[in-house]
């Protein structure tokens, strides 16, 4: 029961009238409680994918029980970057990356996996912020496909606005 | 031929030793030749997605034809914008956005469209920068969808691998 839940008064505080959190509420509330830590807070854009990420009825926005099941996503990859960046720079190498990326189960050739690497790289490194991008939206993006996917045959059909819909969102 | 077209020098110049542009080159020659005008200058992010678009190896970089794609598409987007933004506040609102996207030929539905606005504004407005990241990824995707529906059925099949990789690098 919401109301019980430790989170529940700071949930309500940061949604406002609407019960509801946008990006924008997102950005100021992830950056306010310090998630990022010594690293740079979160840019709109990963907000937004962040949102992208549970936001099924497309309404932009986030309910109770998203918001918590993005808070311990977000602890966990908080947590595999601190483990993968040991000198503390703020920044992981590719290799280190695409070890993340694999060891969170995801089978990716390695074209592929070399591929999103790049796009999430600055200067030839990842920076925590497109690093928390990259594993939402390698989550949702696999998300759509696996409900789409319902023989598990790692094959799916789209139609041109439902595909549009499930990529433009995220 | 290349070295006689009037953006080759400036194109080498940018491109540097490598000749290619990358996203952070892009983001450099982009806000110097001040496309954005009296906008805000690009974003990194929207500055990868434009790469995205064109970038069919996968390398991160694009080459001069490429560029002078990008280039002729850009102009074409900030017209639109500017004839949008009629006073001039550097936002547009969502039926608008909404009219343009029309205007330029997609044909979705009003469920999808309203995500895809909702998924770009910002406090209810549509900045400049988020107009051109839609933009480009709109078709960009579109492009991705219509090279797999060769027989223009309005349906396509995606191997999870493919899905990723092309929706990933936009
Ligand atoms: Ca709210
Ligand atoms: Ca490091
Ligand atoms: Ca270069």
New interface residues.
């Given amino acids: 029961y919401a109301a019980g839940d430790p989170m529940w008064g700071y949930f309500t505080a940061v949604a406002g009238q609407d019960g509801e959190i946008d990006a924008?509420e997102l950005q100021r509330c992830l950056t306010q409680a310090g998630i990022h830590g010594t690293y740079t807070p979160f840019?709109?854009?990963t907000c937004?994918v962040m949102i992208?990420m549970l936001d099924m009825d497309?309404?932009?926005k986030m309910g109770f029980n998203e918001f918590k099941e993005l808070w311990a996503a977000l602890s966990a990859w908080k947590q595999n970057f601190c483990a993968i960046d040991r000198d503390r720079s703020g920044t992981v190498e590719p290799h280190e990356m695409n070890q993340a990326i694999l060891s969170m189960g995801y089978r990716?050739?390695p074209?592929?996996l070399?591929?999103?690497v790049?796009?999430y790289?600055?200067?030839g490194r990842i920076y925590f912020d497109d690093y928390v991008a990259?594993c939402v939206?390698?989550r949702a993006?696999?998300d759509v496909?696996r409900r789409r996917?319902s023989m598990q045959q790692?094959?799916?059909?789209?139609?041109?606005?439902d595909?549009?819909?499930c990529?433009?969102?995220?």
Avoid: H
């Avoid at 990529?167 to 995220?170: D, F």
């Fill in positions: 924008e840019s709109l854009e937004r992208g497309y309404t932009g990716l050739n074209s592929t070399s591929a999103i790049k796009r790289s600055k200067s990259c939206k390698l993006l696999t496909f996917d790692g094959i799916v059909n789209f139609m041109y606005d595909f549009l819909q990529t433009m969102a995220i």
